[in-house]
């Protein structure tokens, strides 16, 4: 039997991200992958559409991670591995049906200028609202990177109450909880502006009605002035490869087609994992399991093993909507109608605005196929130009407003949907819709495709169990089930009922994205000294 001081489950950013970490520490670390390939939505592919062609098959941007204290931490070691972020100034930009289009840069300057553009003083509002956003940064970005039920937490809470005083507290709180749309329209006059920036919380896993989704949009605004849209060199498989290799150089193993049946536990504590096949990997410190919570305590776990409230609530656990890629090589660069900036930003949303994003997410959760989806335009050449051949282009296209679960029609009249399933009929009938959409933006869409490729939610779940129905966020990001509450109020953060048996992954805090942000808590949390992480920053929750 083999025998590692932890074990992860799963080869995602955020399992990779931590075995790295606890390697550097002097750990020995097993990572166990179900799939034949390593990096969970990390998947790069030089074999999806046609010959000379790189693709991200699923995530692409690496904002999230580069800005990660993983990514601080492991930086130099990624580095020396072959690890290159490239980066540009045109981060994002949406172009309206009218041909018209707004862009956001990496520079205040210009972003000023851009939305005084749109609409004479939203530029003096944009400063406003970036500087605003600044002066209290470390407590937004603290809320997303902080372990939020320990100590640190607490403290967290405490920096804010000593810089606010009550009653300014309750209104900071307040302004976490606003909507996309009430904070876009007390902020901004222009539904340019409006349109530019309520697609990005589709990035979020929300829509822009839900609350929390002004301060998510603030969030990703910011953040994208801040850091542009960094993508690896050759493609996300650069960086799994460059975490696989600090583990196993540290003596680790990394083993792909391995899926866990089983967490193995015994007087209270996760002691080893049973692979499929009945092969035992013993845990001497810790299992660190990135699934998701139906699968953690409805399978993973016998019965029993936790409070029956957990696992009633795991059950319970909610999906979000349903995602589709479209992948296009093209013979030529994109010809895009309007702006000559439109070619050069990284990625561009197609939509009517904020009332056309608001209406594609309520179809969507209504169960219908969206007249009118926001079409998210990756375009990864403006950043990387050796993943097509010269002259040649390719497109990643992302579609976030689609059902979870069972299709019940379609808002715009036109696909039967059968019997709610996703046939490839459909799938691609569907993406005929928002081709020829994206077709009247992009001239030349139709004569230079070479190939296009579509995964339908369906196919998205078939390639990594955690997307449960395509929900490519691992779990619906509504406030119940986020920040403190996330995955689940029974079992919030990464310590569960189970000794030595801890959660991370994007169903837990801080939810979704390439930012490691749970397998960097749970490996920080996990090589405190010994003394002091039992007597510090032990915080008694619910469930244990
Ligand atoms: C299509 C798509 C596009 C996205 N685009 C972006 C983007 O551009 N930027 C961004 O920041 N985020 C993006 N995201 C979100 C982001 O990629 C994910 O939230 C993040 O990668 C999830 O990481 P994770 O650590 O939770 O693990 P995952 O990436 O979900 O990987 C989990 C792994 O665990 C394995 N596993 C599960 N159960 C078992 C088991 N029992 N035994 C063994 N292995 C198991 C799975 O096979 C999987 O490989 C995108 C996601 C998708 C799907």
Known sequence: MAAFDAVFVGSGINALAGAALLSRSGWSVCVLEREDVLGGCIRTSTDLTAPGFTHEVLASWHPLFTGSPAYAELKDELERRGLEYLNTELPTGTAFPDGSSAFLTTSLEENMAELDRHAPGDGDRWKEMFESFMRNADLSFGVLGTELWSTA??????????????????????????????WLGETFESQAAHGLLAPWVLHTGLGPDQATSGFMTQVIACALQLGGMPVPKGGGVVLVDALAGIVRDAGGEVRTGAEVERILVSGGRATAVRLAGGETVQAGRAVVASVTPTQLYGSLLGDGEVPADVSTAAARYRYGRGEMQIHFALSELPDWDGDERLGKTAIVHVTPGLDGVSRAVNEAERGLLPAEATIVCGQPLTIDPSRAPEGSSILWIQLQELPAGRLKGDAAGELDVGDGTWTDGLCEAYADRVTERLGRHVRNLERATISRVVLSPADIAAMNVNLVGGDIYGGSCALDQNLLFRPLPQAPGHRTAVDGLWHIGASTHPGPGLGAGSGYLVAKELTKPALARRLLTRVPFVGR
């Open 153 to 182: 937490g607490l403290s967290l809470g405490r920096q804010a109450y000593r810089r606010f005083g009550r009653r300014g507290l309750l209104a900071f709180a307040g302004e976490v909880l606003v909507s996309c749309r009430d």
